[in-house]
């Protein structure tokens, strides 16, 4: 068999693999099930993707990420490696192309939402394909103690019963460890392989400041630490409000959220990571499949639900393995806060009936209709319509879907697409209205490959080309998908909901223990983690969150704020002190100083002087270039 080794030379130009990632590999092509927990960052794709090359049949790779899955197969496309996906916002003929290439062997790996699972006719399909590897990424969803649980997932064990000899790999970059086990039970793991990382970043100093008004706060934090930043916020509104902010105080930001079209988005992601914004504000939305290094701050606006989210925003600073912050804010405001999340996440089931009952009504569903049929949801028409709050209908629709009655997503982007219907030697003789054969030939110069494939586009672009308005573009696309040119898709952003069951009459609908009152106490002991770790000062930060995740940590960070308040009441912070200007004035000669002649110089023991030498590079009093430590940057956060 090939080295993965050369795989990944050859596919990604890289030499060696990262943690854990080969020993996940070297796992799976033995045909073990594995679970690889790896914190942000870690490299999860590759973990899969290598051995999709070297395996014989397709790697089926179930994903809830749409936006993200779209973008995976575009990058392995990229690079040579085919691989097509399949999710409820594709149009028929899109999905017969995909299955046709599994069929016929022209796909490595094909990426499903798990809703296709709920098909009993996709299923049949999947039984003809020689599938080698089964994976689940984003594996905490499977787990009802989880903090993202989506009911879609658990259909996901009937893979495992169509292809019970072939292995699964199960992804997450946070779980506890009940969490884990019981994705290995959900999945029907065979004495599952178990691979995780710690949680410790030791290069992250994690900083809580409580400031009544934080949006003062933040532009004195960014105007002191230099930098690439991300500022995440829990509401559409605020993103640009802040970002709005900063731009006035002269500070280069932009704002992004799921609400944006698919190219704003990707305008505002391109612009960030290449330096041209300095600061995006942005919702949950951002961050997944961004993986840009040298983030050095992450500011929490918002406190977040859970450890395992903020675990996983945080860790997008200092990817580069260069010292990095994350700052969380709080004010008196936010202990009410999160307890008011626990009651508004859980309204009282006749709540919950009542929105099921007016939803099917909004839908046309008669009661026993609708199993398995998917309808556009139009969220703030029926709040409007029914004298109802998003933040009660919201909760009560994601309770319906645990419990099984749907299947609710609140967000399915898919970008504008189009495929040409017509043959290449017709398009001669057709005879088009001046306007219609502009934007027909700007898609076909742009479009390479749009008579095999459907192509995506962007409307807005090809307006700006053509010197034309976006409504005339659109017109004119319709006209030709009419005429039977082409085949036109145009973007669409809904939410949408699939019935799992045919409709039922309210007082029938049951709301297991497991599916709600369970879910409500490990939601309430969710958010008393993130109220000790927010609101306490006598245990450093770290412990806090790696006891949370099961670890056994043997000591404090010392560079989170408590560990260094504490530092400050030392008996030894004299010594200390001595000693770390020491190190700054041999570190300020032109060459810098390393390490070892640095420990020697002081003759101090090791530990001491690298302690002291962490301290000051989190502080930015210190750099390291070139094997050496420098003292040449003076930067601190501010108090």
């Not at 399909?125 to 689940?136: A, E, G, H, Y």
């Not at 932009?254 to 330096?275: D, M, V």
């Not at 810098?592 to 530990?607: C, K, N, R, T, W």
Request: hydrophobic share 40%.
């Amino acid at each position: 068999m090939t080295p993965p080794e050369e795989i990944l030379r050859r596919y990604w130009g890289y030499d060696t693999f990262r943690p854990l990632q080969r020993d996940i590999i070297m796992s799976v092509l033995s045909g073990r099930d594995t679970i690889g927990l790896l914190p942000t960052g870690g490299g999860k794709s590759i973990t899969f993707q290598v051995p999709a090359m070297l395996l014989p049949g397709l790697t089926v790779v179930v994903t809830p990420l749409i936006s993200l899955m779209k973008d995976q197969v575009d990058n392995l496309n990229a690079v040579g490696i085919r691989a097509v996906y399949l999710h409820s916002g594709l149009t028929l003929r899109e999905t017969n192309l995909a299955l046709d290439r599994c069929r016929l062997g022209k796909a490595r790996l094909l990426y499903i939402s798990p809703e296709k699972l709920q098909s009993p006719s996709f299923a049949d399909t999947l039984r003809l394909f020689d599938i080698s590897m089964i994976v689940v990424d984003e594996a905490h969803c499977i787990s009802q103690w989880g903090y993202d649980f989506r009911p879609s997932y658990l259909r996901i064990a009937a893979l495992r019963q169509m292809f019970p000899s072939v292995s699964i790999l199960a992804l997450t970059a946070s779980a506890t460890p009940e969490v884990i086990d019981d994705i290995a039970a959900r999945l029907d793991m065979k004495s599952p392989a178990i691979f995780r990382r710690s949680f410790t970043r030791d290069n992250i100093s994690y900083i809580v400041r409580d400031a009544d008004y934080k949006e003062g706060k933040i532009v004195d934090i960014l105007n002191k630490v230099p930098g690439t930043a991300i500022v995440y916020v829990r509401s559409r509104r605020r993103t640009r409000e802040l970002a709005e902010i900063l731009c006035r105080e002269g500070i280069s930001a932009s704002f992004y959220h799921a609400g944006l079209i698919p190219e704003e988005k990707q305008e505002r992601q391109n612009a960030w990571k290449s330096g041209d914004i300095r600061v995006i504000v942005a919702t949950n939305a951002f961050g997944m499949g961004i993986d840009k290094p040298d983030v050095r701050i992450v500011i929490h606006y918002d406190i977040p639900p859970s450890l395992e989210e903020y675990y996983q925003e945080a860790g997008r600073a200092g990817r580069d393995g260069l010292p990095a912050f994350a700052v969380m804010l709080t004010c008196r405001h936010d202990k009410a806060t999160l307890s008011r999340r626990l009651s508004d996440s859980f309204p009282d089931k006749d709540t919950i009936r009542r929105v099921y009952e007016l939803t099917c009504n909004f839908l046309d569903v008669a009661v026993g209709e609708g199993y398995n049929k998917v309808f556009e949801f139009n969220l703030p028409l029926f709040c409007t319509r029914f004298s109802l709050h998003p933040r009660v209908v919201d909760p009560a629709l994601r309770i319906l879907s645990q419990a099984g009655y749907i299947d609710y997503s609140d967000e399915v982007t898919t970008r504008s697409r189009v495929m040409m219907l017509m043959q290449r030697q017709e398009l001669y003789d057709l005879e088009l209205p001046d306007t219609a054969d502009r934007v027909l030939q700007a898609l076909l110069r742009t479009s390479t490959g749009i008579f095999a494939d459907y192509e995506i586009f962007s409307e807005p672009l090809l307006a700006r080309r053509l010197g034309l308005n976006e409504q005339t573009v659109y017109e004119n696309l319709l006209l030709l998908s009419r005429m039977h040119v082409l085949h036109y898709v145009p973007r669409q952003t809904s939410p949408y909901i699939l019935f799992t069951t045919s409709r039922e009459e309210p007082h029938h609908l049951l709301f297991p223990r497991t599916v709600y009152e369970d879910r409500k106490e490990r939601m309430a002991r969710r958010l008393d983690a993130v109220r000790r770790f927010a609101f306490g000062h006598d245990s450093c930060r770290v412990v806090t969150m790696l006891r949370y995740f099961g670890e056994d940590p043997q000591g404090d960070c010392g560079k989170c704020d408590v560990c260094r308040a504490a530092n400050c009441h030392s008996p030894s912070r004299n010594t200390d002190t001595t000693l770390r200007q020491r190190i700054v004035s041999l570190a300020s000669q032109p060459s810098g100083i390393a390490l070892q002649p640095l420990v020697s110089a002081l003759g101090a023991p090791a530990p001491t002087v690298l302690r002291l030498v962490r301290q000051l590079l989190d502080e930015g009093t210190l750099t390291a270039r070139d094997t050496a430590f420098h003292a040449d940057f003076n930067t601190k956060l501010p108090d």
